[in-house]
């Protein structure tokens, strides 16, 4: 079993910056794994955010959602299991519950039923 714990969120004013964390622990990654990014805003539903593929001796591949592109940086530790997300320039409609999730490899990297496991999800709240 996976369990992964996210954190970094908090209180900012728009136009600052805050650098998400999500550690895995528990069995589970190895040589491949999608790690991805979700939020879900105040009354709407959950949306993707970012992801990252990783294999083993392959680039990584990196994906954005319009909305944050340019804005937000997703990175990885595989020494430390973990996975971050940098965001930047934030806007009041950031604010959200911000999911991190671990799955397989494959390709579909914002359908969240690619997802086998989420953390608890970390609150972001950015002010105007």
């Known amino acids: 079993q996976v369990q992964l714990v996210e954190s970094g969120g908090g209180l900012v004013q728009s136009g600052g910056s805050l650098r998400l964390s999500c550690a895995a622990s528990?069995?589970?990654?190895?040589?491949?794994?999608?790690a991805g990014w979700f939020r879900q805003g105040p009354g709407q539903e959950r949306e993707f955010v970012s992801a990252?593929?990783?294999?083993?001796?392959?680039?990584?591949?990196?994906y954005y959602a319009d909305a944050v592109k340019g804005r937000f940086t997703i990175s990885r530790d595989n020494d430390k299991k973990a996975w971050y997300l940098q965001m930047n320039s934030l806007k009041p409609e950031d604010t959200a519950v911000y999911y991190c999730a671990l799955g397989d490899y494959g390709s579909e990297y914002s359908d969240q039923r690619m997802y086998n496991y989420w953390g608890q999800g970390t609150q972001v709240t950015v002010s105007s």
């Open positions: 990252l593929r990783w294999r083993q001796f392959d680039v990584p591949y990196t």
């Open positions: 528990g069995r589970g990654g190895g040589g491949s794994y999608k």
